[in-house]
Nanobody
C-alpha cells in the first residue's frame, strides 16, 4: 500500500555531515507525522526526530542542535540533516511515516528498509 525508499546513509568521519531522505509513495490519502528512528547494535530502536504535518518538530536530547528534520509535503518526502556527527550516532536509521491510506480507516505506520550510518575515523 505504502512504500518508503530511503537514501543518504554511508561512512563519515567524526564531525562530518550527512543528509538522509525518505520518499513515500503508494495509496496515500494524507500523511500525518514523519520521523526518523535509529537502532545501534545491541540497543533498542529509538526516536531521533519527528515532524508533524503542521511542521512541529521533536528531537532526541542527544541530537538537539546537531540534527534537523524537514519535510516536503508535495513530494511526500522527509529529510534528516545530520551535522557534527559523533561515533555514537552510528546506527541503522529507519524512516517512519504515519498516514491515512486510501480505502482504509485510521492511521497506519510504515517503515523504511533502513540505511546504515557509520561515523568513524
Amino acid at each position: 500500500q505504502v512504500q518508503l525508499v530511503e537514501s543518504g546513509g554511508g561512512l563519515v568521519q567524526p564531525g562530518g555531515s550527512l543528509r538522509l531522505s525518505c520518499a513515500a509513495s503508494g495509496s496515500i490519502f494524507s500523511i500525518n507525522a514523519m520521523g526518523w528512528y535509529r537502532q545501534a547494535p545491541g540497543k533498542q530502536r529509538e526516536l531521533v526526530a519527528a515532524i508533524t504535518s503542521g511542521g512541529s518538530t521533536n528531537y532526541a536530547d542527544s541530537v538537539k542542535g546537531r540534527f534537523t528534520i524537514s519535510r516536503d509535503n508535495a513530494k511526500n518526502t522527509v529529510y534528516l540533516r545530520m551535522n557534527s556527527l559523533k561515533p555514537e550516532d552510528t546506527a541503522v536509521y529507519y524512516c517512519n511515516v504515519r498516514a491515512f491510506v486510501v480505502g482504509e480507516r485510521g492511521l497506519y505506520d510504515y517503515w523504511g528498509q533502513g540505511t546504515q550510518v557509520t561515523v568513524s575515523s
